[in-house]
């Protein structure tokens, strides 16, 4: 594809409840990165994926959130039982092979109430 | 930790001034350094990359330095436009072969017609 694209663009959902959002990669990219934007902070890291190798799971903040990545190219990012705390803008990123530029996507804004 | 300091108030220059941003790192310094554009609504936008053997780096009206001792990174915009008006971003690696970057919570940037 053109760039990395995530759906939904928008999620309102209910404490309390589990969510997915989606991500496909740049067409060929072997790394997918997942990050977390909540209003006026930076990016915070969630995840990372590297072709075959195991993700590094380090930044999921809970035992709640987990995601995968099927085939080396598209990407779920699962949050169990939401909390109001999850509210933010997930974003995902792509990188191609060797190299330090990350494309994003637009990103899914997450709404828990 | 490593920490990462960005100017969280916003920087208002008037058209065709120099915009100049600064990125403060704490501790040991990262293998290398990127600046991002954030518009609202959406992902952030790779501008620039500079590694820690590298002073100054440039692209058309952008230009990044990277001074180890002083642990900083400045990203200067010349000749500023309107359309330039976003908030920018820092992201550091600190070349431990996570790959996933740091960023700071960035600068928001409004230049005056």
């Known amino acids: 594809g053109a760039g990395v694209s995530q759906s939904p663009s928008n999620k309102v959902t209910e404490k309390g409840k589990d969510v997915e959002l989606r991500c496909d990669p740049i067409?060929?990219?072997?790394?997918l990165y997942w990050y977390r934007q909540s209003l006026g902070q930076g990016l915070e890291f969630l995840i990372y994926?590297?072709?075959?190798?195991?993700?590094?799971k380090s930044g999921l903040p809970s035992d709640r959130f987990s995601a995968e990545r099927t085939g080396g190219s598209v990407s779920t990012l699962t949050i169990q039982r939401t909390q109001q705390e999850d509210s933010a803008v997930y974003l995902c990123a792509s990188s191609g092979q060797g190299s330090d530029t990350q494309y994003f996507g637009p990103g899914t804004r997450l709404t828990v109430l | 930790s490593q920490k990462i300091e960005q100017n969280s108030e916003a920087l208002n220059i008037q058209e065709g001034k120099t915009a100049t941003l600064t990125c403060n790192y704490t501790?040991?310094?990262?293998?290398?350094l990127q600046w991002y554009r954030q518009d609202p609504g959406r992902g952030p936008v790779f501008l620039l990359l500079?590694?820690?053997n590298e002073k100054e780096k440039r692209k058309e009206r952008l230009k990044v330095t990277f001074d180890t001792t002083l642990k900083q990174s400045l990203f200067h915009i010349t000749a500023s436009q309107p359309a330039d008006s976003a908030t920018y971003l820092c992201a550091l690696d600190w070349g431990t072969g996570r790959r996933a970057l740091t960023f700071g919570s960035g600068t928001r940037l409004q230049v005056q017609p």
């Open positions: 501790n040991y310094s990262p293998a290398y």
């Open positions: 067409s060929g990219h072997t790394a």
């Open positions: 500079i590694r820690e």
């Open positions: 994926f590297q072709g075959n190798s195991a993700p590094d």
